[in-house]
């Protein structure tokens, strides 16, 4: 691809994620084994709609993240930052944000997956399809965890939930 989008997948290495493409198709799989033991920083200035499903492995990963380079994510579709941010908070996890990045902080819970089983949450996609296609990982894994909008996805990619 010549998108900046590309680079999800060496950024996505980071958090234990591996990407692999055979012929057309792309299989997505996280390692289990993978430990990470330092803060993760990326810099999205060059493809600032990575910034939802790096926050997602983030979350999923449950790893200290920073992703600067987010000024432009208010101007889009929805306001991605504020999206992104509340969502987090949801999910029972601490952000903050500054004007050039968002701090998605560990959760020391070591219980803390098994507790997002006990309420049930709404994810706001605040009808973004990126918001809707990063945080819906999070609806197939958790009964009680619903995205609010699905339909929103048919900007780009209309058959993306017969996929995950």
Not at 55 to 70: F, M, Q
Not at 72 to 97: A, P
Request: charged fraction near 25%.
């Amino acid at each position: 691809s010549i998108q900046w989008d590309k680079a999800i997948v060496n950024i996505m290495h980071n958090f234990g994620i591996k990407t692999m493409q055979n012929n057309n198709n792309i299989t997505i799989k996280k390692e289990n084994n993978y430990l990470i033991e330092k803060t993760i920083k990326v810099d999205i200035s060059n493809c600032p709609d990575l910034a939802p499903p790096i926050a997602v492995a983030s979350i999923i990963s449950n790893v200290e993240t920073y992703i600067y380079g987010i000024e432009n994510l208010k101007y889009k579709e929805s306001n991605r930052i504020l999206s992104i941010c509340n969502n987090i908070k949801k999910l029972n996890f601490d952000v903050e944000v500054s004007n050039n990045f968002i701090h998605i902080f560990k959760n020391k819970d070591k219980y803390i997956f098994d507790k997002l089983k006990e309420k049930e949450i709404t994810i706001e996609t605040e009808n973004d399809h990126r918001i809707a296609m990063a945080f819906a990982i999070f609806e197939k894994e958790f009964e009680n965890i619903k995205l609010d909008n699905k339909s929103c996805v048919s900007k780009s990619f209309p058959n993306f939930f017969n996929f995950i």
